[in-house]
């Protein structure tokens, strides 16, 4: 639990107080949402995110990826004129993460068209 409590202290020490949001999603993933940010930026953000985390080197005794904690990110962008629904920018950006984690964790996706839906929560869970 401490693991959880230390990574969302290092995201909300992390983003612009005023204007981004961050919270615990479930289990032991994050939203972070980044308002005002094109795409190159919110990467950027992820990146240095993910690695001032692992920079804390917490310990994770049951990875087969590393003996410290990592951390997966998937990212998507919604422009305020585009007609995409918040559940489609949380199913795209979730469609990231499972994509990063299948290609062996420890990174940041970023989505676009080519990745299929491989969202694991069901729709009602988004709102």
Known sequence: ?????????????????????????G???FV??????????????????????NSLQM????SPISSYET???????????DDTALEELFKRADSALYLGKEQGKNQVQVWNDSIPDKSHLPLSSWA
């Open 1 to 25: 639990m401490m693991t959880m409590r230390r990574i969302a202290q290092v995201l909300k020490e992390n983003v612009r107080e005023k204007y981004d949001q961050v919270g615990r999603y």
């Open 27 to 29: 289990g032991d993933e």
């Open 32 to 53: 972070v949402l980044l308002n005002n940010t094109d795409i190159t930026t919110a990467n950027k953000k992820a990146e240095c995110l993910a690695e001032k985390i």
């Open 59 to 62: 310990e994770h005794r049951y």
């Open 71 to 81: 951390v997966t990110i998937g990212l998507a962008a919604m422009i305020p004129e």
